[in-house]
Structures are given as structure tokens and as C-alpha cells.
């Protein structure tokens, strides 16, 4: 597996995304700054606009990973043609939290200068869209952070941004999704068959986690002996590689390519 990685600060989150907490911190500024700051904030935009332009970028995709009570998450990268990041996509479906929404991560020289959060939000009995953009520093700090609701998410692009409290949308969950690390680990947890057609499943150890099941086209000396021994093999690092494809149909799956047990 190729591992996805560049440098970004951890440390300070003010909050996750895909929420409605904010930090209660409140700083004074001054016209000078405010002015800088709006200057700043359009290059940004610029930039943001210029980045979602690009029809060339390559592309690579997470494992898509799901849970049994129905969530989903699945991570996009898109890179330049010299292999830098430039956004990063995570879509996600939270049945616990009864939200869904999607994260993008803008990425610059290896750092995040700006995240734009669109998510469903309730109030009661009644469900609205937010959308919320962030924009960071040079040191992945949080600069300004702007939010707008509505009621279908259709109409978000016609109301104005508006000035809220920071918030830090943490992109620790992506990268792990796309380094197959942490709350993504692929862990051998069995196989499954479905109509005639075998899969390898994978996920980390333990209940209520996010396991991913990968199409079988042959079996391999590593899927032979993992078959053979099943039961004792469960919770075994796997090390794989895969690739995305869609049907006639339209169904999208994953297949596997290449799999090792790391020792």
C-alpha cells in the first residue's frame, strides 16, 4: 500500500467537523487587520475556485468502508501531476448522529488552507443544509470561519456567508481512511459469498467498526492459506492494493489486486 502523506498540524483541533460546536474564543481586530484578512480571504476563494476547475487531476480513492448499522465513509484525493494534494473529498454517512454530509480539504505546499463542510443539520422535527467554510493560516490555524444555512441544499449558493465562531475542521479522519490507519486498519475479518462471487473482508478488530469488502477475481496463495485457516487468522494485518470499477449496470465495487500478511 502506498501511503498518502504530507505535513499537517494535529495538535490544536478546535473542534471535528460535521458539527455544530464552536470555539467560544473572541479576538478584537482592528480595520487594518480586518482589511488584510478580506484581501486574504479572496485569494483564497480564487484559489479554492481555480482548484475545483481543474478536470485533469488525478484521482485516488479510499476503500469504501461501512458499519452494520449503516454508516458509510469513502475519501477522495486528487493530485497535481507531480503527485502533490490539492483537495482532499470525504463523504460520510453517520447513523448514530442521523447526519450525513461531505468534508473538502484544500491543500497547499503540504499544508490545509481552507475546509468547506456541507452537512444536514436537524432542529426538532425539522432538517436544514449548513455549509461551513473555514480558512487557516500558515500554520493550519484558523483564520476566519464562515457558515449559511437553508432549507434544501440546493439553495445554500444563494445565501450569503457569514461571519461565525472558528472552527477547525479536522482532516486526521481522511488521511487515515486513505492510509488504511486507526478507525481504517485493514485487519482480515473473514470472507463472504454473494452470489456465486467471493469477498475478502477488512477492518479493525472489535465491535461496531468500519469493515470493507473487496471482490475476489482469483484466489492467490495469500487468500488460500487465509481460507484454509480462517478462524486463526482473524485480526491479522493485511497490506493490500485495489482498484475501483462499475459494471454495466452502474454498480460500483472494489476488486483486489494484490494482498500480504504483514508479519
Known amino acids: 500500500m502506498n501511503k498518502i ?43 479554492i475556485a481555480d482548484t475545483d ?24 484525493d486528487f493530485l497535481d501531476k507531480s503527485g502533490n494534494i490539492l483537495k482532499v473529498e470525504e463523504k460520510y454517512v453517520d447513523k448514530e448522529k442521523d447526519s450525513y454530509g461531505t468534508n473538502l480539504f484544500y491543500i497547499r505546499n503540504g499544508k490545509k488552507y481552507a475546509s468547506k ?27 476566519t470561519t464562515k457558515i449559511r444555512k437553508a432549507d434544501f441544499e440546493e439553495n445554500l449558493d444563494a445565501v450569503p456567508l457569514e461571519i461565525t465562531k472558528s472552527v477547525d475542521c479536522s482532516i486526521k479522519r481522511a488521511m487515515d481512511a486513505l492510509n488504511q490507519e486507526g478507525d481504517f486498519e485493514t485487519r482480515f475479518q473473514g470472507f463472504v459469498n454473494s452470489n456465486n462471487t467471493n469477498y475478502i473482508v477488512v477492518g479493525p478488530s472489535g465491535s461496531d467498526q468500519y469493515n470493507s469488502a473487496l471482490m475476489l477475481q482469483y484466489n492467490s496463495t495469500t ?19 485495489f482498484q475501483k470499477m462499475v459494471d ?7 476488486v483486489l489486486l494484490t494482498l500480504k500478511v504483514v508479519k
Open 5 to 47: 502523506i504530507f505535513l499537517f498540524s494535529i495538535l490544536a483541533l478546535t473542534v471535528s467537523c460535521g458539527g455544530s460546536n464552536d470555539s467560544n474564543n473572541e479576538t478584537v481586530t482592528t480595520p487594518e487587520q480586518i482589511s488584510k484578512q478580506e484581501k486574504q480571504e479572496t485569494e483564497i476563494e480564487k484559489r
Open 53 to 76: 476547475l481543474q478536470d485533469k487531476l488525478d484521482v485516488m480513492n479510499s476503500l469504501y468502508f461501512t458499519k452494520e448499522d449503516g454508516s458509510s465513509l469513502e475519501v477522495k
Open 117 to 143: 463542510e456541507r452537512f444536514e443539520e436537524k432542529d426538532g422535527k425539522n432538517a436544514f443544509f449548513v455549509e461551513r467554510v473555514t480558512f487557516y493560516d500558515d500554520k493550519e490555524q484558523v483564520a
Open 223 to 241: 487468500t488460500n492459506n487465509l481460507m484454509r485457516n480462517q478462524e486463526a487468522s482473524i485480526g491479522k494485518k493485511l497490506d493490500l492494493e
Open 248 to 254: 454495466d449496470n452502474g454498480f460500483e465495487f472494489q
